[in-house]
């Protein structure tokens, strides 16, 4: 890298900080996350299972939440729960080279996560149900590390109506924002799961609604149709479909789909990015 790439990539940063803090007092003197929500008619019943969810101690959880950003360690880990009882490299490889996998798992072991049994491993504390939680978490986490929004994961309210948990809320600047997170592939979401969270969106009015899926597969071949059938099927005038950026996309005006092709943190930048454009 030139002095000259090195200078700007150095201003960079410093602007990003810049905006972070700027964020943050911005985020500091809007309504929190509750206020939003009370307005709304909604008070959080219970939130955040911790005991659902893999992640190392304080110690540690900067670096898991860096290693959380590679889409291979996230289909690592995934396997790592689905195996929890008896992991062995060869249950864990399938996403990354033999090499990188091995390093995952003495980052899991340092992390005190997984201890190694002879020529296997196993989950240091548990059982984990589902990878699902601990994704939860870090979607929230980049709220609060990327966005300097309060954010909140696996939610449920204690109300009737639609019912249901509520994956992730965040408050960003006085703008509700609600994220459904789906960690299985396109293949295995069916049509009833775009029904429940377009109910959700009725219900909770957010400015901001995302349906967020921890693949790199194509969303205009399943879930953009699944999305569009289910918007025709409740609106006369249900909008067309704006493709924002590669499997980025826009429904029904404040409803946006996403993959976590480039980043999951990237995507949601977008999406961001979009909705303050809007508001000038």
């Not at 696996?154 to 948990?165: A, H, L, P, Q, T």
């Not at 049509?191 to 959700?200: S, T, Y």
């Not at 349906?211 to 909008?239: C, G, Q, W, Y």
Request: aromatic residues 10%.
């Amino acid at each position: 890298m030139s002095l000259d790439e090195s200078k700007i990539m150095e201003e960079l940063s410093c602007l990003r900080e810049e905006v972070r803090r700027l964020r943050k007092a911005l985020n500091q003197q809007a309504p929190r996350l509750s206020i939003l929500l009370q307005r709304r008619g909604f008070k959080i019943y219970k939130k955040e299972p911790m005991e659902c969810i893999l992640i190392p101690t304080k110690r540690y959880l900067k670096v898991y939440y860096r290693m959380f950003h590679k889409y291979s360690f996230r289909l690592f880990l995934r396997d790592v729960i689905k195996h929890q009882h008896l992991i062995t490299l060869e249950k864990v490889i399938r996403y990354a080279a033999p090499s990188v996998t091995r390093q995952y798992l003495n980052c899991m072991v340092a992390m005190k996560l997984i201890k190694k049994n002879e020529q296997t491993y196993s989950l240091t504390s548990g059982p984990i149900k589902s990878f699902g939680e601990t994704l939860e978490w870090y979607v929230a986490e980049v709220f609060k590390r990327e966005f300097a929004s309060e954010a909140a994961w696996g939610i449920k309210f204690k109300r009737s109506g639609v019912g249901g948990d509520y994956d992730v809320i965040a408050a960003c600047e006085g703008a509700l924002l609600y994220v459904e997170v789906k960690s299985s592939p396109p293949k295995q979401i069916y049509d009833n799961e775009i029904a429940a969270f377009l109910d959700r969106v009725d219900d909770l009015s957010p400015e901001i609604a995302i349906f967020l899926m921890d693949t790199e597969l194509r969303m205009k071949d399943k879930i953009v149709p699944m999305f569009e059938k289910e918007l025709a099927n409740r609106h006369s005038n249900a909008n067309h479909t704006l493709r924002l950026k590669r499997e980025l996309f826009q429904v029904q005006n404040n409803i946006f789909i996403m993959n976590a092709k480039e980043s999951i943190i990237r995507n949601i930048e977008t999406v961001v990015h979009w909705y303050y454009t809007k508001q000038i």
